[in-house]
């Protein structure tokens, strides 16, 4: 930072700021760490993309999403919400991924002809090993072409795209397929590389060089942002133990065990970047010199995932592995960083970014973790639990955030958790898969402990087969039964899940709540990466003279058992004048670790500052160290499991510098107090948002004007001023901190999402005034009749006692066409079967309250909306009486189908003008089919809304 000073009257009062600093469009702030959720969607699955979705991510601190389809198809709808939202999308065009990987699309450049032979390019047979079909290169160019024209033009209607991500892992797989001699024709895919195994050059007649150049020129042509194209890199490598010393590649990296086949080493893995990053374009022509042109990339993904389950064929002695953290894991830690030490570095020359992808799933079902034979229906018992070597296991909380920060202790530029979704893999014959692998989500994006009745007719299997026993496998219990994590303790199995409905709940409650337990955390792992990434996103490491390994960390005192040695980093900015220390405690069993921070300022610019006094930037206030020897400095540090953190060496002063980022901000309904952890209320209600401005220079600032405006809308909602004294090495360890709390009132508030941002007034000769504003997304939902006037929603919760109705809910008080004997199976669920649905309807008849004040205005509560599925696809017609004793009805046009699914909101004035003509004293839906047979239904929630 700059050392300057500021007072008083050095503000420069402005009522707008100018909201350069508030992007929108395109790309992320300069000034952050993105937080992209991968695989959140991929063709048909991106119909699970809801404004929901989208939402719960924001509030979890993601910044965006990562999906692969075609954008005028599935992926259209997910890039609208996020245009919505403001989120970032990162897209893995269909068409253009077809080109790699796809039997049918598919290219590659025939390197043993010329460029002008008819067979230029070939695509091969599915199984490689015959050539189905071949092109010149002129062909190809225009294929190329017309895909990135048809892409460019579609994603013209779209803000939200940062890049797109092609050829996921190719540069591992083409260099596999070069070394097995397996198949004659696969060596050249995808078309990335060269014929040569120490990968060195990028084709620059492959086809990802020519898609690239393609792509990035068309949109050069248009003057207009460009999402520029990129890889993701996988590990290039293998291990030689006792078990597997020739590993084969599998999409992880390295998994699989093919005799003969080595992947390659680190150093492989290191020219393959640096090649990338050397990319060149051979501009093709019929007639000779061609010319070649540099066609760098700008960024590059890296995913390595370390955690894995130890024994079996790994080890001589499963059953001696009982916890989190033995040797095991940390050696397979260590190898792993290896890889991104090599990464990182080759990457260095630029510095180039790249985005990290940390492990967010594991292996908890499949053959791959229970005692079963291919082609043999899943219904294991619990006892047979044998999963296989190297086989990934969930990370632990602690182990996850440990992953992110070092991630980040080797400069990466985003954080990109993989996988935010659960999914099957390796189907048999049967349709059985040989793994389910458990992301930090589940098959509909739905969290692990929602409510029952959220999820239990939708994709998600119940099955063990899918998802293990919490108190059977890693991370939750040792292959002993022993407690694997120190934080984590199963409780207790409730009685197994046969026989009885409500014992089935209670043990898939019971079984699915541990594996919510990282998802439930990453909102603080991403709050604290985005803490720093206003500082920590412009630095790197200090390459020059090799600084970035010269400082020292070390555990301040007896050393715990199973510890893993913290990892400490010099970075530095563009200027090369001020230390940067971020340092890891990679120890994942216990919470305050005692650490020692050493750094010799000898090794150093003599302009660089070095005094006994850090700015930590990561708890946002001076610490204070010791100089024990000349230009020795020294500092004690206490870290939580997995934590990092950032401190920047100074002299002692520095300008007063504003600071504020999007965990700062805080949703609170005075109304009753709360904070809210989704940030969403009823339309009407006044929303205070809390926000936690810091002062992170020396320097003082009096009445700062700040503001709250909805970007949505173009409307300044309200100002406050904050102030500060400025931090001091008199008070080391204490924040400069003021907060403002806004206040706004939602009655003509849109209904749905507003994206809200908080940012200061200009400042003169501010050091970084890029940090001086934050954003949230808040919905603003309509009101519900039930809840608003009944204080009863309508979502079917059960009713006890003796006076409780044969249908189980108080939501319904009254029922005709109807089996007598209605089921309870799921709670907060109604259940019913309508006798004959062909000649008499299935008739509900919902609480509207006991008094003239409960009726329902229709002239505000129009839209209705409901969560249901049938045995038989089902009309539905909603019936009600007005308040002069009148009999209307509405044939809503939509079914209950037989897939749990929400039908609506449908606007009820809008298919018949007399809804809101007078009250309704009471209301009613009537469901029915052409079949006479007996249909089981199930509704969830109804609801009536503005």
Not at 388 to 407: D, Q, T, V
Not at 424 to 439: A, I, K, R
Not at 512 to 536: C, H
């Given at each position: 930072m700059k050392k300057l000073y500021f007072s008083p009257g050095m503000l420069v009062v402005t009522t707008l700021l100018s909201l350069a600093a508030i992007s929108a469009a395109d790309s992320p702030p300069a000034n952050t760490i993105p937080i992209i959720s991968m695989k959140t969607g991929q063709d048909p699955t991106c119909e699970d993309i809801s404004l929901e979705v989208i939402c719960k991510l924001l509030w979890h601190n993601f910044d965006g999403i990562w999906v692969e389809g075609w954008l005028n198809g599935t992926v259209g709808t997910p890039a609208a919400l996020c245009d919505s939202t403001h989120a970032t999308m990162v897209l893995a065009p269909a068409r253009l991924q077809e080109l790699g990987n796809s039997p049918v699309h598919r290219w590659g450049r025939y390197t043993p002809v010329t460029i002008h032979s008819e067979k230029a390019y070939i695509r091969p047979t599915p199984d490689f090993s015959s050539i189905a079909d071949t092109a010149y290169a002129t062909d190809v160019i225009t294929d190329i072409r017309n895909r990135c024209s048809t892409l460019a033009s579609n994603a013209a209607d779209y803000s939200c795209i940062w890049y797109y991500d092609i050829f996921n892992e190719g540069p591992a797989w083409q260099l596999y397929r070069m070394k097995s001699d397996a198949k004659p024709y696969d060596d050249y895919f995808p078309s990335m590389y060269t014929q040569d195994t120490m990968m060195v050059h990028i084709d620059s007649t492959g086809v990802f060089s020519w898609v690239k150049w393609k792509s990035d020129s068309i949109y050069n042509a248009a003057s207009v942002y460009c999402p520029s194209v990129s890889v993701c890199f996988s590990a290039i490598h293998h291990i030689d133990s006792l078990r597997y010393d020739t590993l084969g590649f599998d999409s992880t990296g390295w998994a699989g065990c093919v005799p003969g086949v080595q992947l390659g080493t680190i150093h492989q893995q290191a020219n393959s970047i640096r090649a990338y990053f050397n990319t060149k374009y051979l501009e093709y022509s019929p007639d000779l010199p061609y010319r070649i042109h540099n066609n760098y990339p700008e960024r590059m993904d890296l995913n390595t995932y370390p955690v894995r389950m130890a024994g079996h064929d790994w080890q001589e002695n499963r059953d001696s592995i009982t916890v989190l953290g033995s040797a095991t894991d940390l050696w397979m830690l260590e190898h792993y960083e290896e890889i991104l030490d090599s990464t990182f570095s080759a990457a260095s020359s630029g510095p180039f970014p790249i985005n990290y992808h940390p492990q967010g799933f594991g292996r908890t079902g499949g053959r791959a973790i229970w005692e079963i034979t291919?082609?043999?229906?899943?219904?294991?018992?619990?006892?047979?639990?044998?999963?296989?070597?190297?086989?990934?296991?969930?990370?632990?909380?602690?182990?996850?955030?440990?992953?992110?920060?070092?991630?980040?202790?080797?400069?990466?530029?985003?954080?990109?958790?993989?996988?935010?979704?659960?999914?099957?893999?390796?189907?048999?014959?049967?349709?059985?898969?040989?793994?389910?692998?458990?992301?930090?989500?589940?098959?509909?994006?739905?969290?692990?402990?929602?409510?029952?009745?959220?999820?239990?007719?939708?994709?998600?299997?119940?099955?063990?087969?899918?998802?293990?026993?919490?108190?059977?496998?890693?991370?939750?219990?040792?292959?002993?039964?022993?407690?694997?994590?120190?934080?984590?303790?199963?409780?207790?199995?409730?009685?197994?899940?046969?026989?009885?409905?409500?014992?089935?709940?209670?043990?898939?409650?019971?079984?699915?709540?541990?594996?919510?337990?990282?998802?439930?955390?990453?909102?603080?792992?991403?709050?604290?990466?985005?803490?720093?990434?206003?500082?920590?996103?412009?630095?790197?490491?200090?390459?020059?003279?090799?600084?970035?390994?010269?400082?020292?960390i070390s555990y301040y005192g007896t050393e715990p058992q199973y510890f893993a040695d913290p990892q400490v980093r010099v970075f530095t900015d563009s200027t090369e004048s001020t230390c940067y220390l971020f340092h890891v405690n990679r120890f994942c069993r216990a919470n305050n670790n005692p650490f020692k921070i050493s750094v010799n300022s000898d090794s150093f610019p003599r302009t660089t500052d070095f005094s006994v006094y850090a700015l930590d930037h990561s708890r946002r206030f001076i610490i204070e160290g010791s100089e024990p020897s000349l230009g020795i400095f020294e500092f004690l540090d206490t870290l939580d499991a997995g934590e990092a953190r950032l401190l920047e060496m100074f002299d002692g002063s520095l300008a007063a510098d504003i600071r504020i980022t999007d965990p700062d901000l805080s949703p609170v309904l005075p109304a009753d107090g709360d904070t809210l952890t989704d940030y969403r209320s009823v339309q009407g209600e006044t929303v205070n948002i809390l926000a936690r401005f810091y002062n992170m220079g020396t320097g003082s600032l009096n009445r700062v004007q700040v503001y709250l405006r909805d970007d949505t809308y173009g409307v300044m909602l309200d100002t406050a001023e904050v102030s500060f004294t400025g931090l001091s090495t008199d008070s080391c360890w204490k924040v400069d901190r003021d907060d403002a709390i806004f206040s706004w009132d939602t009655r003509n508030a849109n209904i749905g999402v507003h994206r809200l941002s908080v940012y200061t007034q200009q400042l003169l000769n501010e050091p970084d005034s890029e940090d001086n504003s934050a954003t949230l997304v808040y919905m603003i939902r309509p009101r519900d009749y039930a809840t608003e006037v009944l204080d009863d929603p309508w979502d079917m919760t059960e009713a006890t006692g003796s006076g409780a109705p044969d249908w189980h809910t108080d939501d319904i008080t009254a029922m005709s066409g109807w089996e007598s004997t209605f089921s309870d199976s799921i709670s907060g669920m109604f259940e019913g079967e309508i006798t004959d649905p062909s000649t008499s309807a299935g008739t509900m008849q919902m609480s509207t309250g006991s008094s003239t004040g409960d009726w329902i205005d229709t002239s505000l509560y129009q839209n209705l909306t409901l969560a249901a599925k049938a045995e038989r696809s089902l009309d539905i017609e909603v019936h009600w009486i007005d308040e002069h004793s009148v009999e209307h009805y509405i044939d809503l046009g939509e079914d209950v189908t037989t897939t749990w699914s929400e039908i609506g909101p449908i606007d009820l004035q809008s298919l018949n003008s007399e809804w809101d003509d007078e009250d309704a004293t009471s209301f009613w839906l009537e469901f029915s089919c052409g079949s006479n047979l007996s249909t089981a239904v199930r509704i969830g929630w109804i609801k009536l809304t503005e």
């Open positions: 291919e082609n043999q229906p899943p219904d294991p018992p619990d006892t047979t639990i044998n999963y296989e070597a190297y086989s990934y296991r969930i990370p632990s909380p602690a182990e996850f955030r440990m992953l992110c920060n070092i991630g980040l202790l080797r400069g990466a530029k985003g954080v990109f958790p993989y996988s935010i979704r659960s999914y099957s893999g390796d189907f048999d014959s049967l349709g059985v898969p040989h793994h389910h692998d458990t992301g930090l989500l589940d098959e509909n994006l739905i969290p692990f402990d929602d409510p029952y009745e959220n999820w239990v007719y939708r994709d998600r299997p119940v099955s063990d087969y899918y998802y293990a026993p919490p108190d059977s496998i890693p991370p939750w219990t040792a292959a002993d039964g022993s407690q694997f994590d120190p934080f984590y303790t199963v409780p207790s199995r409730p009685i197994p899940a046969v026989g009885d409905d409500k014992n089935r709940e209670n043990y898939l409650v019971w079984k699915f709540a541990p594996y919510a337990r990282l998802w439930n955390s990453v909102k603080k792992t991403f709050g604290q990466i985005a803490t720093v990434a206003p500082e920590l996103s412009r630095l790197w490491w200090w390459y020059s003279g090799n600084r970035y390994d010269n400082a020292s």
